[in-house]
């Protein structure tokens, strides 16, 4: 089955640094990423669309210049928070669309101190 | 514009007891829905989906869902609790606009009670 690895699973660091999230498919080619924050006990909010070798689609009231995204390959998608503050900690997942199909990496536990 | 409602964010029952989370939907075109299950600190596995084929899908674990157009809904249930299912259920709506876009409902947390 289609597998999506994303990495790392947890990082704390400190505010004003930066954090750069992968979201890989092992297994197949994806053209589209999508990157999604989830706060504790709430559903899934979609950031944005990652598209391979185009800019990405943000959401409304998503700062693209907070969340940088950079889908530079077919098995590729990056997330950077940059200069993290304390209230962009949360749960960070990617997901790939494969047919339809969304296939999701493990998430990656931002906190920021 | 599509949108997914789950009623009831917490739902518990007994091990061996009927699970049924309720999921309704709105979609001006037909859809593509989709149950998700979540354990803690990691992504959403896929449980079942419908995609205009078998109303009554059935999914992993023994789950099952039935898609029901003049109700607009896709409940999920399974016959028996087990207490690994104990998790996060999150049921969704896809819709291809030129590209597929999911929109998720705000979940519904099972507890299985011993």
């Known amino acids: 089955g289609a597998v999506v690895s994303q990495h790392p699973s947890w990082v704390i660091c400190k505010s004003g640094t930066s954090v750069k999230i992968e979201c890989r498919s092992l297994?197949?080619?994806?053209?589209?990423m999508f990157w999604y924050r989830q706060f504790p006990k709430q559903s899934l909010m979609l950031m944005a669309t990652?598209?391979?070798?185009?800019?990405?689609?943000?959401e409304q009231g998503v700062e693209k210049d907070k969340f940088l995204i950079n889908h530079a390959s077919l098995t590729l998608s990056t997330l950077t928070v940059t200069s993290a503050h304390p209230e962009d900690s949360s749960f960070y997942i990617c997901s790939a669309s494969r047919q339809g199909l969304l296939h999701f990496g493990n998430g990656t536990r931002l906190t920021v101190t | 514009a599509q949108s997914v409602t789950q009623l009831g964010s917490h739902v518990s029952v007994s091990e061996g007891a009927l699970v049924l989370l309720r999921c309704n939907y709105s979609?001006?075109?037909?859809?593509?829905l989709f149950w998700y299950v979540q354990y803690p600190n990691q992504g959403l596995q896929l449980l079942l989906k419908y995609t205009s084929a078998a109303t009554l899908v059935k999914g992993i674990n023994g789950f099952e869902a039935e898609f029901k157009k003049s109700e607009t809904s896709f409940h999920l249930t399974k016959p028996s609790a087990h207490m690994s299912d104990a998790a996060e259920y999150f049921c969704a709506v896809s819709v291809n606009t030129g590209g597929f876009k999911t929109i998720f409902g705000a979940g519904t947390r099972l507890f299985v009670k011993a």
């Open positions: 990652s598209n391979e070798g185009s800019k990405a689609t943000y």
């Open positions: 979609s001006s075109v037909p859809p593509y």
């Open positions: 297994d197949f080619q994806a053209t589209t």
